[in-house]
């Protein structure tokens, strides 16, 4: 078998960490890591890596002709949704002018772009959606997210596009997200707030990257929604969390996201319809109290 040169962009994020270490487990791939940090988190000998920030032509151009790559796997973006909301100019440029760097490059080089998108495409009126459910973003973030998927989707460039929504898990050297960081509140005996109307599927970002290889390996091209597999509202998602990890639960105190007052809107009732890659796919997601379970494991080896 041809091994396939691949270039995981965005390597050193949550989803690119996960994705380079699936990757990296075959002997099929040739791995090449890319991000905007001048060093990979993620070393690994057999892994070159390239400084590469997406909003730079030129640099990605370059890189992807140097790789040759026959597969570009974009994990990067601007991931803040609040951030995206107050600084719009670079949400922009690094979610859709990045991507369409991307797509330029995949083009020349007749790679095929794997790209992730989010469940903010939509208003959340009336969710869980499906892949052929209307988008109507709410937040600036959602607006770019969904602009990107239509540069792929438009582009004539072989493309999966796979819409995802509330990673959780633990990779090295990564921003918290919202399971490390009631993790870390509740193990300090803090009281938290957590919004009990935000309802969707929390996603370990391991069933994620399971999604996207598999769907590489397979061939599988156009839109698919890879989300984890209970629909719950985050308050009940943090009950799980105390559970599993045996924190104290009454320190998790219900509000409602307007209490928040967020730069950003959220979609309230939304969540993921997976049927599609459960078929096609064979995508199998943890439930969330499986998919802590794992973090469980995951953080108690990386403390060792
Ligand atoms: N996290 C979620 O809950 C969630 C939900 C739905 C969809 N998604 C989507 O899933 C994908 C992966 O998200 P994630 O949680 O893994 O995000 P993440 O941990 O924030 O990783 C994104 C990576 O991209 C890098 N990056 C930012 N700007 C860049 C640039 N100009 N050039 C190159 N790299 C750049 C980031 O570097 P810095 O950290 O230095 O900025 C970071 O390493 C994204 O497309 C996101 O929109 C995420």
């Known amino acids: 078998m041809d091994i396939e040169?691949?270039?995981?962009?965005?390597?050193?994020?949550?989803?690119?960490?996960?994705?380079?270490?699936?990757?990296?487990?075959?002997?099929n791939y040739a791995v090449t890591l890319a991000s905007v940090e001048e060093t990979p988190i993620h070393v690994n000998p057999s892994a070159p890596y390239h400084r590469m920030d997406i909003t730079n032509r030129r640099q990605v151009k370059d890189t992807a002709a140097m790789v040759d790559a026959q597969v570009i796997i974009n994990c990067a973006a601007m991931?803040?949704?609040?951030?995206?909301?107050?600084?719009?100019?670079?949400?922009?440029k690094i979610n859709v002018n990045g991507v369409e760097h991307l797509v330029e490059a995949a083009r020349k080089n007749g790679a095929m772009i794997v790209h992730v998108s989010t469940d903010y495409v939509f208003d959340g009126k009336a969710g869980p959606y499906s892949e052929d459910d209307r988008p109507e973003p709410l937040s600036y973030y959602g607006k770019s997210k969904l602009a990107s998927e239509n540069i792929v989707r438009s582009s004539g460039v072989r493309h999966f596009v796979a819409r995802t929504m509330v990673l959780y898990g633990y990779a090295e050297g990564v921003k918290a997200n919202f399971a490390l960081w009631l993790i870390k509140s509740l193990q300090e005996g803090q009281p938290v707030r957590v919004v009990d109307d935000q309802f969707g599927n929390p996603t370990l970002v391991d069933d994620l990257a399971f999604g996207l290889v598999r769907a590489m390996e397979l061939g599988k091209t156009g839109l698919y929604h890879l989300a984890g597999r209970d629909i719950q509202n985050r308050f009940e998602f943090a009950r799980t969390l105390a559970h599993v990890f045996g924190l104290d639960a009454s320190l998790i105190h219900p509000i409602k996201t307007?209490?928040?007052?967020?730069?950003?809107?959220?979609?309230?009732?939304?969540?993921?319809?997976?049927?599609?890659?459960?078929?096609?796919?064979?995508?199998?997601?943890?439930?969330?109290?499986?998919?802590?379970?794992?973090?469980?494991?995951?953080?108690?080896?990386?403390?060792?």
Do not use: Y
């Open 258 to 304: 307007a209490q928040l007052k967020q730069p950003a809107p959220r979609p309230l009732k939304s969540g993921l319809l997976t049927l599609k890659a459960e078929v096609d796919l064979g995508f199998k997601p943890n439930s969330s109290e499986q998919g802590l379970n794992v973090l469980k494991t995951q953080l108690t080896r990386a403390a060792r």
């Open 5 to 27: 040169r691949i270039l995981v962009v965005g390597s050193n994020g949550l989803l690119g960490q996960k994705v380079a270490d699936q990757l990296l487990r075959s002997a």
């Open 79 to 92: 991931t803040n949704v609040d951030a995206c909301e107050t600084e719009r100019e670079m949400a922009w």
